[in-house]
């Protein structure tokens, strides 16, 4: 069987503007967990939706920042 | 070296007059033409053999020697049957195997390599055979040491017979040399020296194992680069790239330099004063190479060029300094690579397919040292590389690795430019590891976030009694009804909404049942709304915290109530007025005041909502 060339998931032009795109998202939720955070009292917090809004915000960040990392030369 | 050869010829017309091999005499050299390449400082002897089987066996193996002291400096031998009638034809087909071999009966200061035959040479046939054989080192400078305004003169020393374990019918023997002076060579009968072209020969019957010296003595000016240590790190990223970093520590491997060097007589007259030096360095690296860059310790060198084409990228590099003989220069060439032209997936394995050697032009490697990096997670490793090389494996710790990454290593010793063929490095890759790297960034930011959330929730007051902690206590519990009171009269206010929703549905669409039900739903919501409200107030008034605030909410739930009243007044008209069909003029004098009252209302309401906001 002739050999396939592997290439990456993701083509690499895209690696810029995902890692944008992913970042900007990440940074939002973050901000919006923070609002959260600072807003409410100790009685009416909720874990469920602070841990919600931070696994989300978390996993954007994570792949936003690894999308960052391999658009600017260091491929991990 | 003249010594040796003197001993060694004697010694070869002795054994040949005192025996002769009942082996050796099957095969005969019908007709040999040997070409020796001196024009660069790698020494290529192209030979061109024809070969007959004399005897009445079927012949498997033919066996080339070279002297111990040529051998030695051996760096590559391939030899190709050639399938084509004539010259001109070039030999097609991968070389045949050679290994290193030591027959009977020999002398000792032989090397043998015998070549395996495909298909066995049968009785009175013969074949043609094209044997290359690279050799460094192989030109001594001679004087070792010169000045800079002295020519760089070199001794090869080589047999004009072809010294073989056959007997050679007829062979003759052409040298190249570079475009520049011939200082002396043996001449023998029949020597012609035209141009740049040496010719001896040809000789007729010479028996086997026969050696006849001769010494050329000529001037070669080509770049002498000797890289001492070479050590190729190839790394493997699965995101699309492959990475090769080169540390280079070359030196001018020809006649050593004495005396002063003198920058202006370089720069005015190059080729008067410092012809043997070398300048400038060509690489060629493969098409589409990108992040180029080349520094050594002290940083960037910025003395070099690129450009490339869909074939190649051609770099020329410029060390910080022209180099003489002796002299020596280390640095660093790195480059990135697209991944899909050199990794590729065959049998559930992923392989690179990589070029062994060091992609600059005619450089002599004493030892390379290629460093395959592997990412995490890869298993079943194996390498495949044309000729023998040492192997062993090691561990490289990079970016987000947890246990590191495999590295092969692969060691050869005495490179040239031949070497410089593709080689393979197989392993086993699940595609799912690749996810381990952006799930530890993941984890790495959920665990901020939990910190955080672990922070606002922990009580890290020392005393649970003092003032100011229960003071805060209460405050927060006058904070969350508030906020609980707010979120009450927002659905209040939504109800509201809905209600003047359906009003606008009905003078749409006319349909007065839909219109009583929203009402009937929206009345009993609220009904509801002011059965919680209660606990929450009486609360607010008994705690002394919210004192400042108490008389804003009371407005506000006054007021909202005020407005809720009134709206279910002008719902109720107007529902009546279309039962009773009058004009739409009837219906706005009959809500015109409840209306304005309506909207004032509605809007100290949201101030007010607003202003608890901020609290």
């Given at each position: 069987m002739a050999p396939k060339a592997i290439t990456s998931p993701v083509p690499d032009s895209l690696y810029p503007t995902l890692s944008v795109l992913t970042l900007a998202i990440g940074l939002v939720l973050t901000a919006s967990f923070f609002i959260y955070e600072a807003t409410t009292s100790r009685k009416t917090r909720s874990l469920a939706q602070e841990l919600t809004t931070g696994a989300v915000a978390s996993v954007f960040l994570g792949f936003g920042s690894l999308f960052l990392l391999i658009a600017c030369g260091v491929y991990v | 070296m003249l010594r040796f050869a003197l001993t060694l010829l004697l010694f070869t017309l002795a054994f040949g007059v005192l025996s002769s091999s009942p082996v050796f005499s099957d095969l005969i050299l019908a007709k040999v033409d040997r070409r020796i390449d001196l024009t660069s400082q790698i020494v290529r002897i192209t030979t061109s053999l024809k070969v007959e089987n004399a005897g009445s066996n079927p012949i498997s193996e033919i066996l080339l020697s070279f002297p111990e002291n040529q051998a030695k400096h051996l760096a590559y031998l391939t030899a190709t049957l050639n399938e084509g009638k004539g010259k001109g034809k070039a030999s097609s087909g991968a070389g045949l195997?050679?290994?290193?071999?030591?027959?009977?009966?020999?002398?000792?200061?032989?090397?043998?390599?015998?070549?395996?035959?495909?298909?066995?040479?049968?009785?009175?046939?013969?074949?043609?055979?094209?044997?290359?054989?690279?050799?460094?080192?192989?030109?001594?400078?001679?004087?070792?040491k010169i000045s800079q305004a002295d020519i760089q003169l070199l001794l090869f020393q080589d047999t004009a017979h072809f010294l073989s374990p056959y007997k050679v019918m007829v062979q003759s023997l052409a040298v190249k040399l570079p475009e520049a002076r011939v200082e002396s060579y043996t001449k023998l009968e029949g020597t012609k020296l035209s141009g740049s072209e040496l010719k001896y020969g040809p000789f007729h019957n010479i028996p086997p194992f026969s050696y006849l010296p001769i010494i050329i003595h000529f001037e070669n000016n080509q770049p002498f680069a000797v890289a001492e240590e070479l050590v190729r790190e190839i790394e493997i990223s699965h995101w699309g790239n492959v990475?090769?970093?080169?540390?280079?520590?070359?030196?001018?491997?020809?006649?050593?330099?004495?005396?002063?060097?003198?920058?202006?007589?370089?720069?005015?007259?190059?080729?008067?004063?410092?012809?043997?030096?070398?300048?400038?360095?060509?690489?060629?690296?493969?098409?589409?190479?990108?992040?180029?860059?080349?520094?050594?310790?002290?940083?960037?060198?910025?003395?070099?060029s690129l450009w490339g084409d869909s074939k190649k990228t051609e770099l020329e590099i410029e060390p910080r300094y022209p180099l003489f003989g002796g002299w020596r220069t280390a640095f660093t060439i790195g480059y990135g690579l697209p991944l899909r032209d050199f990794l590729f997936e065959s049998d559930g394995k992923r392989f690179l397919n990589f070029s062994f050697g060091s992609p600059i032009n005619e450089l002599v490697i004493d030892t390379l040292i290629v460093k395959v990096v592997l990412p995490e997670g890869s298993k079943d490793i194996s390498a495949s590389v044309p000729f023998p090389v040492k192997q062993w494996q090691e561990t490289k710790f990079s970016h987000l690795d947890l246990v590191g990454r495999p590295v092969v290593?692969?060691?050869?010793?005495?490179?040239?430019?031949?070497?410089?063929?593709?080689?393979?490095?197989?392993?086993?890759?699940?595609?799912?590891?690749?996810?381990?790297?952006?799930?530890?960034?993941?984890?790495?930011?959920?665990?901020?976030?939990?910190?955080?959330?672990?922070?606002?929730?922990?009580?890290?007051s020392i005393s649970k009694s003092s003032a100011s902690y229960l003071a805060k206590v209460q405050w927060e519990e006058v904070q969350a009804t508030v906020q609980q009171i707010h979120n009450i009269i927002s659905h209040c206010l939504t109800a509201h909404d809905k209600l003047e929703a359906s009003l606008r549905d009905l003078s749409r669409t006319g349909d007065v049942q839909a219109c009583k039900a929203t009402r009937k739903s929206v009345d009993s919501l609220l009904k509801g709304v002011s059965k919680d409200l209660k606990p929450l107030v009486t609360f607010l008034q008994s705690s002394p915290q919210a004192a400042h605030i108490l008389p804003k909410v009371e407005e506000l739930i006054a007021k909202e109530r005020d407005l809720q009243e009134r709206l279910m007044a002008k719902h109720t008209t107007v529902v009546d007025c279309y039962e009773k069909k009058l004009g739409g003029r009837e219906i706005e004098n009959r809500i015109a005041s409840n209306q304005q009252k309506i909207t004032s209302l509605r809007q100290e309401v949201d101030d007010l909502m607003d202003f608890i906001d901020e609290i």
């Open positions: - | 195997p050679t290994e290193v071999v030591i027959p009977k009966d020999v002398p000792d200061s032989l090397t043998f390599y015998s070549l395996s035959l495909p298909k066995g040479l049968g009785k009175g046939e013969s074949l043609l055979l094209d044997v290359l054989a690279v050799f460094t080192h192989a030109l001594e400078p001679f004087p070792e990475q090769v970093t080169e540390h280079y520590n070359l030196f001018h491997g020809g006649a050593k330099s004495k005396g002063e060097f003198s920058r202006l007589d370089y720069q005015a007259r190059p080729y008067v004063r410092g012809a043997s030096a070398f300048r400038r360095l060509v690489a060629r690296l493969p098409p589409r190479a990108h992040s180029v860059y080349y520094r050594d310790e002290i940083g960037n060198i910025s003395t070099s290593v692969l060691e050869k010793n005495n490179v040239v430019p031949e070497h410089n063929e593709h080689f393979q490095v197989y392993y086993k890759f699940n595609s799912l590891s690749m996810l381990r790297e952006p799930l530890m960034l993941i984890f790495g930011f959920f665990f901020l976030f939990v910190a955080c959330i672990v922070y606002m929730h922990a009580d890290l």
